[in-house]
Antibody, heavy 117, light 110 residues
Framework: QVQLVQSGAEVKRPGASVKVSCKAS????????ITWVRQVPGQGLEWLGC????????NYAQNVQGRVTMTTDTSTTTAHMELSSLISDDTAVYYC??????????WGQGTLVIVSS | QSVLTQPPSASGTPGQRVTISCSGS????????VSWYQQLPGAAPKLVIF???QRPSGVPDRFSGSRSGTSASLAISGLQSEDEADFYC???????????FGPGTKVNVL
């Protein structure tokens, strides 16, 4: 099971971009897919997409396609999720999760992103 | 609107058995495996069932999962106060080419 530690909370203006990082424990990083999930406070979980840590292949959710970019850096065992053209509806807690593409046994602690003018 | 359907809540007294249903379609549960996640208040989700019925290491055997056709269920036997949480089912959806979560079921221990 990989340990995941995320970057801290962010406050952004509408129209700006945010980049959230997710550092993984070293030796298992290349074997995993990293998935990003967000949760609006008080609401359910929403899948944003995933990336193969080794190959860098990505698959994005339709509702953020074109605004989201997921990357990995194997040298630092860190995954990044950048979301652009932010709107107030993007205010949420963003989680990275590690595992297979269809189940995730490791989760980061979450990063609160607030979009406000 | 989620493509997976769950009841909003389920309740039981300590020691009882609670079952949560998850209804989908042929593009998700009907052809792909189901996972279940437990989310305690203020915490990140935790995987409790994967591949329909498999339990990750450390998850008590009080948690069990099953799948039949386009539906799945999570059962919690010997309900304990620490089981009070939100539970989400999830599966890959071939039509959406993405992963979908159910809306979540809040389990209350009375």
């Amino acid at each position: 099971q990989v340990q995941l530690v995320q970057s801290g909370a962010e406050v952004k203006r509408p129209g700006a971009s945010v980049k959230v990082s997710c550092k993984a424990s070293a030796y298992t990083f290349g074997n995993y897919a990293i998935t990003w999930v967000r949760q609006v406070p008080g609401q359910g979980l929403e899948w944003l997409g995933c990336i193969s840590a080794h190959h860098g292949h990505t698959n994005y959710a339709q509702n953020v396609q074109g605004r989201v970019t997921m990357t990995t850096d194997t040298s630092t065992t860190t995954a990044h999720m950048e979301l652009s053209s932010l709107i107030s509806d993007d205010t949420a807690v963003y989680y990275c999760a590690g595992g297979a593409t269809d189940w995730f046994d490791s989760w980061g602690q979450g990063t609160l992103v607030i979009v406000s003018s | 609107q989620s493509v997976l359907t769950q009841p909003p809540s389920a309740s039981g007294t300590p020691g009882q058995r609670v079952t949560i249903s998850c209804s989908g379609s042929s593009s998700n549960i009907g052809r792909n495996t189901v996972s279940w996640y437990q989310q305690l208040p203020g915490a990140a989700p935790k995987l409790v069932i994967f591949s329909n019925h498999q339990r990750p290491s450390g998850v008590p055997d009080r948690f069990s999962g099953s799948r039949s056709g386009t539906s799945a269920s999570l059962a919690i036997s010997g309900l304990q106060s620490e089981d009070e949480a939100d539970f989400y089912c999830a599966a890959w959806d071939d039509s959406l080419n993405g992963y979908v979560f159910g809306p979540g079921t809040k389990v209350n221990v009375l």
